[in-house]
């Protein structure tokens, strides 16, 4: 077999046989296909799409690139969460520690930032100590131990992913359908876990911007689950605009600890529990997703989530003490606050336009060996259907430098529309798809 023509027969729109995806992430993995060879093969992709059959064995293929962890012997039902991406998505950082307190173990793998969504694991490596990159052996036990993990990939745990993941996130390869299924579908099904809940993001700010193509991107991972027995749930969110107030590595942790303090923005605290609710279900916790979402508000209320959080980050080698000291997270050096240039109602905020900004201030990758600056991001201080008056605090940029700071301001300033008429609040939750 050989690469170029793989490549060419993508480019030209044909279907790739099963042979010729598996030798190709061979390839990946070996280092025989040069990275310049699977860029362009990412970007064919991209441009011609696969069928469901490609995307099932492309796949199993990524699985197949390691261990297919069989966590049968932890004796019950275990969990796992996955968004598709987007701009202050900070929910595994609530919803896993928030579910595991609540007696159902949580297992999952997940990724960095990609393109300009930000990544779970990023998040939690900003938190000093914090160790993500775990064996096997390290996986289960601290499902086992403590009932939350949340690892890498790493060279146990669909390594391929992981390779073609940091080649999409710098190559303009992210929004495609087969691509984002297959690699995320990839970790969840290696993971081990029974039941998972995709929550697949639409708007601005994700990379389906309609709620048809979420759709279509939700069923495809649900058959993909379901051609392995692994039971599916999709909730349709709204990433119109950036969910909660926070955007950037520390700054997300530190608004984790706030929601599971009970003082966190709304629209994140809805989206952890209808994901949560939804898992307690699943696992046979509770009798309805409501019953789900009434345990977890108890969970929340007694503090038994913000317990579990600190147990997962000692586990895992993270000093926790930023749970208790709001100061403890390295902060940026310049804080720059924008304000309203007009009064009315805020009708829409660019959560794309804000993610791309993160990215250049450093809080996501430009190349594959970019270091992330994890203090900086933004924090907004009104949100969609918020009356602002000509001169209130619209957000908060933390740069590293006041050069970077007025980089990205006008890009800031102007992701927010403002209209002279109210504007009703979005729902957060579009769609749940069983
Ligand atoms: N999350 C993933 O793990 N992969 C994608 O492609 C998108 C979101």
Redesign the pocket.
Known sequence: MNVVDIIAAKRDGHELSSEQIGWLINGAMEGSVADYQLSAWLMAVVLKGMSDRETADLTRSLVASGKRLDLSSLGGFVGDK????GVGDKTTLVVAPLVAAAGVPMGKM??RG?GY?G?TIDKLESIPGMQCSLTVDQFIEGVRNVGLVVAAQTPDLAPA?GIL?KM?DVTAT?DSLP???S??MS?KIAAGANGVVLDVKVGSGA?MKTPDQARALAISMRDIGRGVGLLVRAVLSDMDQPLGWAVGNNLEVHEAVQTLRGEGPADLLEVALVIGGNLLEMAGKANSVEAGQDILRETLRSGAGLEKLREFVMNQGGDPSFIDDPHALPSAPVQRDLVARTSGWIAHIDAEAIGRASVEIGAGRRVKSDAIDHRVGFVLNAKIGDHVETGSKLATIHTSSDQAASQVEPAILNAFTISATPVAIPPVIMEVIA
Do not use: E, M, Q
């Open positions: 996955h968004s598709t991406g997940s990724g990609l969504s990544g992913d993941y999409r992210v691509l984002i299924a690699s995320i970790k990379f």
